[in-house]
């Protein structure tokens, strides 16, 4: 069965600085996804990645995905206030569709 | 941008009461999914739905449980008799299952059993 772990689960950082959160997942996946959650809201799409090597940004965003290492990684690049939430990578496997989520990693941006 | 859309956004029922939990996906999407999210922790897999079936499902979606697509537009999330752990934000997603494509959620439905 498909495991999805992140690392770390909590992250507080000040403003301007980078940081990365990472994501494993236990056997061969399809597809990987990012989201970002707000409190009490719904999940908002970031990414999809497909292939290995695959790497997208969005703004202070930038995902990339190593598929032999089954790991993907979330960078933030001089973060600002605004990217406070919750970041769930989820993978997914083709032929039952069904997305399996890690654990999310809280990220406090501190001014 | 399409949106997944859910009714209510909250319910509050009594224990071993019904609730129907109602979506509405993407017109052109083929594949549904319920899931759910306790709290403060990670989203949970309840169930897939493809062709007019269920095409998946975990060891949450226990007899309780069941989904339908009554009427070709308009998904539903039914939970027979309700217990004090189904409290839980319930959302739905939808997928046209194209490669390349965005998973979509809908806002939620927030369920609180007393």
């Known amino acids: 069965e498909l495991k999805v772990e992140q690392n770390p689960l909590f992250l507080s950082m000040q403003e301007g600085k980078n940081y990365t959160i990472y994501c494993n997942y236990s056997?061969?996946?399809?597809?990987l996804y990012w989201y970002r959650q707000d409190p009490g809201k719904s999940l908002e799409s970031l990414f999809v990645?497909?292939?290995?090597?695959a790497v997208k940004q969005e703004g202070r965003l930038m995902a990339s995905l190593d598929t032999k290492a089954r790991l993907s990684t979330l960078h933030i690049t001089a973060a600002v206030h605004d990217l406070s939430a919750t970041y769930f990578c989820?993978?997914?496997?083709?032929?039952?569709?069904?997305?399996?989520f890690g654990t999310g990693t809280r990220l406090t941006i501190i001014p | 941008e399409p949106e997944v859309t859910q009714t209510p956004s909250h319910q509050v029922t009594q224990m071993g009461q019904e609730v129907i939990l109602r979506c509405v996906p993407i017109?052109?999407?083929?594949?549904f999914y319920w899931y759910r999210q306790i709290l403060g922790q990670k989203v949970e897999f309840l169930v897939s739905?493809?062709?007019?079936?269920?095409?998946?499902k975990s060891e949450i979606f226990d007899d309780q449980f069941s989904v339908e697509r009554p009427d070709g537009s308009n998904f539903t999330l039914k939970i027979r008799s309700t217990k004090l752990e189904d409290s839980a934000m319930y959302f739905c997603?939808?997928?046209?299952?194209?490669?390349?494509?965005?998973?979509?959620f809908g806002s939620g439905t927030q369920l609180s059993v007393l």
């Open positions: 989820a993978a997914l496997t083709l032929g039952n569709e069904k997305l399996t």
């Open positions: 056997t061969t996946s399809d597809r």
């Open positions: 990645l497909l292939s290995n090597g």
């Open positions: 017109s052109n999407h083929l594949y």
């Open positions: 739905f493809y062709n007019n079936e269920i095409s998946e």
């Open positions: 997603a939808s997928i046209g299952g194209q490669l390349n494509e965005k998973l979509f």
